[in-house]
């Protein structure tokens, strides 16, 4: 069994900023990667970023220079670090993780999500 507890949502202003964490916790062998994926209401989710065990990185390409995936591979977490935030980056964000339980099975974890809004 595994768990992704996110934590570090909530309301800001236009222009504001907020850290997202993620922590993996339970039968865990290794965590290949871990990401960031978002859902708006009436809208699709979306991935938004992720990075690898080996600190590989990649983005959505409208939220480049405003968004900052960073991993620490041996509490299991990653945070996102989202910057000059816009009204249109409201919405449910979730975290994922590929992991490697530790009975050497694969599989995609979810986290339960973390709501942003961005609002005056």
């Known amino acids: 069994q595994v768990q992704l507890v996110e934590s570090g949502g909530g309301l800001v202003q236009p222009g504001g900023s907020l850290r997202l964490s993620c922590a993996a916790s339970?039968?865990?062998?290794?965590?290949?990667?871990m990401g960031w994926y978002r859902q708006a209401p009436g809208k699709q989710r979306e991935p938004v970023a992720r990075?690898?065990?080996?600190?590989?990185?990649n983005y959505a390409d409208a939220l480049k220079g405003r968004f900052t995936i960073s991993g620490d591979n041996a509490k299991n977490t990653v945070y996102l670090q989202m910057n000059s935030l816009k009204p249109e980056d409201t919405a449910v964000y979730y975290c994922?993780?590929?992991?490697?339980?530790?009975?050497?099975?694969?599989?995609?974890?979810w986290g339960q999500g973390t709501q942003v809004t961005v609002s005056s």
């Open positions: 994922n993780a590929d992991i490697i339980t530790t009975a050497r099975t694969q599989y995609s974890s």
């Open positions: 339970g039968s865990i062998f290794s965590i290949n990667a």
């Open positions: 990075i690898t065990k080996g600190d590989n990185t």
